[in-house]
């Protein structure tokens, strides 16, 4: 008991701070956020009028008097309410896209500038779901669910005490429904948290699965998994359904019974209309705005009640976003080196993605200018070790430390990036133009630039072959391209960079001999020269190195120089 007590305690400290983070968040938004509240709450008491001018007609259609008047008044009431209805529908889509695009690009930069690591662990299908369902549950939330749950609460008490100052009685009946819906309410929100969470769960499921089958197709075809993945999809489907078909019961349920509160209340205030009619006591008219109040007394209590599930939503979807938006960035600081001639002290490194030691003591010290190889069997720990230098795992023990020919030094740190080149392993490159690909390496590299990279990297003959050259377009991970011809692409985005420190991760692996001497000899010709860790499996490029590194758990380095 309490254990349970404690849990939800915790939770609602919780959702709580999930609540503070959506204030904070909305804060540059509040004024328009208030406009709309304002014009919505403009046409509440534009309906309001039109139930008391509604009162006056049918009063005046027996009489006579000021019928035209009254008529007009309304009609008038009518085109504007439906005037400020529309503008208020552009100005709620306009808000939303805001809204939830601030949402969705303040994580998105959270991401791209978060633990690699950290970020990795979560699966690119849930990201999106975040990125997408969750920050639009949000922003609906802010822009539509709040503003109406504040809106339903003043529409309760002025509706109220309008009622009220006709009949006292009446008014009382009519707020009978309250504890029917606050309780429904309240035991709804609470079961309506726990399949909310997973819902959002197998949505995530099912959008990974969808992203993922989609991006390996090959992979689906060649094995011949489409009826796999077929019905695959279609299970991860059903058990989303399973869950939101469990939670639409659940609303339902609760809907029923406040349905039935909300009859049993008209119906009370209909023979009690009737009866004060039949006694003589109250016109036509009076009795059509008791039943309309009635009606309206009701109706927000009810919408109220109905707002629970959806706020429960909102915060199980902040969350989520929270989680993301709580990760640790990783640290960058200012960069001191002075020249480009960089190497890099590695002192008693050790490290292990798990309990299992993947690196154990290493220590070498990498010399600026030096081109150093990086052999060991596969999956021994080679790019790895080259992740740790880049700063992607930071789990680690021991000192890596940059420094240049000036003694300047500076600590391995995600800034240090601006000082490396990276070809890493496997096929990297993104969908759209060479020449978008070639200019990630230098996003303000010029046309001349781009050609000499990829003169060096031996990719500049089969580019000026294809019909469009450099504005060829490419697929996802390079299709449309040989591997080589990817590979090569890779090389010059990484070239054109003149970064000081170059790494190359099995760089050639697709090569030919004769294109893998091509490169070599481009990057041995590239100006300024960069301090090179070249990761291989190939001997024929050993000799153009100074030293090797050889990882066996243990890091042994052995000087190449004397073998040449
Ligand atoms: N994210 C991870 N979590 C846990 N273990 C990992 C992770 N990434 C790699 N490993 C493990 O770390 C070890 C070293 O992997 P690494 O990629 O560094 O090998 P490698 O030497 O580059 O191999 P290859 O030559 O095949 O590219 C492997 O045993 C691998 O299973
Ligand atoms: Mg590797």
Same mark, same amino acid.
């Given at each position: &008991?309490?254990?349970?007590?404690?849990? %939800? +305690?915790? /939770?609602?400290?919780?959702?709580?701070?999930?609540?503070?983070? *959506?204030?904070?968040? $909305?804060?540059?938004?509040?004024?328009?956020?208030? *406009?709309? #509240? %304002? #014009?919505? %709450?403009?046409?509440? @008491?534009?309906?309001?009028?039109?139930?008391?001018?509604?009162?006056?007609?049918? /009063? $005046?259609?027996?009489?006579?008097?000021?019928?035209?008047?009254?008529?007009?008044?309304?009609?008038?009431?009518?085109?504007?309410?439906?005037?400020?209805?529309?503008?208020?529908?552009?100005?709620?889509?306009?808000?939303?896209?805001?809204?939830?695009? @601030?949402?969705?690009?303040?994580?998105?930069?959270?991401?791209?500038?978060?633990?690699?690591?950290?970020?990795?662990?979560?699966?690119?299908?849930?990201? &999106?779901?975040?990125?997408?369902? /969750?920050?639009?549950?949000?922003?609906? @939330?802010?822009?539509?669910?709040?503003?109406?749950?504040?809106?339903?609460?003043?529409?309760?008490?002025?509706?109220?005490?309008?009622?009220?100052?006709?009949?006292?009685?009446?008014?009382?009946?009519?707020?009978?429904?309250?504890?029917?819906?606050?309780?429904?309410?309240? +035991?709804?929100?609470?079961?309506?948290?726990?399949?909310?969470?997973?819902?959002?769960?197998?949505?995530?499921?099912?959008?990974?699965?969808?992203?993922?089958?989609?991006?390996?197709?090959?992979?689906?075809?060649?094995?011949?998994?489409?009826?796999?993945?077929?019905?695959?999809?279609?299970?991860?489907?059903?058990?989303?359904?399973?869950?939101?078909?469990?939670?639409?019961?659940?609303?339902?349920?609760?809907?029923?019974? &406040?349905?039935?509160?909300?009859?049993?209340?008209?119906?009370?205030?209909?023979?009690?209309?009737?009866?004060?009619?039949?006694?003589?006591?109250?016109?036509?008219?009076?009795?059509?705005?008791?039943?309309? %109040?009635?009606?309206?007394?009701?109706?927000?209590?009810?919408?109220?009640?109905?707002?629970?599930?959806?706020?429960? #939503?909102?915060?199980?979807?902040?969350?989520?976003?929270?989680?993301?938006?709580?990760?640790? &960035?990783?640290?960058?600081?200012?960069?001191?080196?002075?020249?480009?001639?960089?190497?890099?002290?590695?002192?008693?490194?050790?490290?292990?993605?798990?309990?299992?030691?993947?690196?154990?003591?290493?220590?070498?010290?990498?010399?600026?200018?030096?081109?150093?190889?990086?052999?060991?069997?596969?999956?021994?720990?080679?790019?790895?070790?080259?992740?740790?230098?880049? =700063?992607?795992?930071?789990?680690?023990?021991?000192?890596?430390?940059?420094?240049?020919?000036?003694?300047?030094?500076?600590?391995?740190?995600?800034?240090?990036?601006?000082?490396?080149?990276?070809?890493?392993?496997?096929?990297?490159?993104?969908?759209?133009?060479?020449?978008?690909?070639?200019?990630?390496?230098?996003?303000?590299?010029?046309?001349?630039?781009?050609?000499?990279?990829?003169?060096?990297?031996?990719?500049?003959?089969?580019?000026?072959?294809?019909?469009?050259?450099?504005?060829?377009?490419?697929?996802?991970?390079?299709?449309?391209? =040989?591997?080589?011809?990817?590979?090569?692409?890779?090389?010059?985005?990484?070239?054109?960079?003149?970064?000081?420190?170059?790494?190359?991760?099995?760089?050639? =692996?697709?090569?030919?001999?004769?294109?893998?001497?091509?490169?070599?000899?481009?990057?041995?010709?590239?100006?300024?020269?960069?301090?090179?860790?070249?990761?291989?499996?190939?001997?024929?490029?050993?000799?153009?190195?100074?030293?090797?590194?050889?990882?066996?758990?243990?890091?042994?380095?052995?000087?190449?120089?004397?073998?040449?």
């Amino acid at each position: &008991m309490a254990t349970r007590v404690k849990e %939800l +305690w915790a /939770d609602r400290s919780n959702q709580m701070h999930y609540f503070k983070w *959506l204030l904070s968040y $909305s804060k540059p938004y509040a004024g328009r956020i208030i *406009l709309k #509240m %304002l #014009m919505e %709450l403009g046409v509440t @008491g534009m309906s309001l009028t039109m139930v008391a001018y509604s009162k006056r007609i049918i /009063d $005046s259609a027996t009489t006579g008097n000021k019928f035209v008047g009254f008529l007009i008044v309304y009609v008038c009431l009518m085109i504007a309410m439906l005037f400020v209805e529309n503008i208020l529908g552009l100005i709620n889509t306009v808000l939303n896209e805001k809204y939830s695009f @601030g949402i969705r690009l303040q994580v998105y930069n959270k991401i791209i500038r978060s633990n690699w690591t950290t970020v990795e662990k979560y699966h690119t299908g849930d990201l &999106m779901t975040r990125l997408t369902s /969750d920050a639009g549950n949000v922003a609906d @939330g802010i822009i539509n669910t709040i503003p109406q749950v504040i809106r339903l609460v003043i529409e309760l008490v002025v509706v109220f005490f309008m009622l009220f100052s006709y009949s006292p009685m009446l008014a009382c009946l009519g707020l009978c429904v309250a504890p029917v819906a606050g309780i429904a309410s309240w +035991w709804l929100g609470k079961k309506i948290t726990k399949l909310q969470v997973k819902v959002q769960e197998s949505e995530a499921k099912y959008r990974s699965f969808l992203q993922e089958s989609l991006a390996n197709l090959l992979i689906v075809k060649s094995f011949r998994n489409e009826n796999y993945a077929s019905e695959r999809l279609t299970e991860l489907r059903e058990n989303r359904f399973h869950w939101v078909f469990k939670k639409t019961k659940m609303s339902m349920a609760s809907s029923v019974a &406040m349905s039935l509160a909300f009859q049993i209340g008209y119906i009370t205030a209909f023979a009690y209309g009737a009866l004060l009619i039949y006694r003589g006591e109250i016109t036509y008219g009076t009795m059509t705005v008791f039943l309309t %109040l009635v009606n309206r007394v009701q109706a927000p209590v009810m919408g109220l009640a109905q707002k629970v599930p959806l706020i429960v #939503m909102i915060l199980a979807s902040a969350g989520r976003i929270i989680e993301l938006q709580n990760i640790e &960035m990783e640290p960058v600081s200012e960069n001191t080196l002075e020249s480009r001639e960089i190497g890099v002290k590695i002192d008693d490194l050790s490290f292990g993605y798990t309990d299992e030691t993947i690196i154990e003591d290493a220590s070498v010290d990498i010399k600026p200018g030096e081109f150093m190889a990086i052999v060991g069997e596969s999956g021994i720990g080679k790019t790895t070790l080259v992740r740790i230098m880049m =700063s992607f795992l930071d789990k680690y023990s021991g000192r890596i430390t940059y420094y240049d020919d000036k003694g300047n030094t500076e600590n391995n740190n995600a800034g240090m990036r601006d000082y490396i080149s990276y070809v890493p392993q496997g096929n990297t490159l993104f969908s759209g133009t060479i020449r978008e690909n070639i200019r990630m390496g230098k996003v303000d590299a010029t046309e001349e630039e781009m050609l000499e990279a990829l003169k060096l990297s031996a990719g500049y003959d089969f580019v000026m072959s294809l019909p469009k050259g450099l504005d060829t377009v490419i697929g996802e991970r390079g299709f449309g391209l =040989s591997e080589g011809q990817a590979q090569r692409i890779s090389i010059a985005r990484a070239f054109i960079r003149k970064a000081p420190f170059l790494i190359l991760d099995e760089a050639t =692996s697709a090569l030919d001999e004769g294109t893998e001497q091509q490169v070599i000899t481009g990057l041995m010709n590239l100006t300024p020269r960069p301090t090179c860790v070249i990761i291989t499996h190939r001997k024929s490029i050993l000799k153009y190195c100074d030293r090797q590194l050889l990882i066996d758990k243990k890091v042994q380095c052995v000087d190449l120089r004397g073998e040449r």
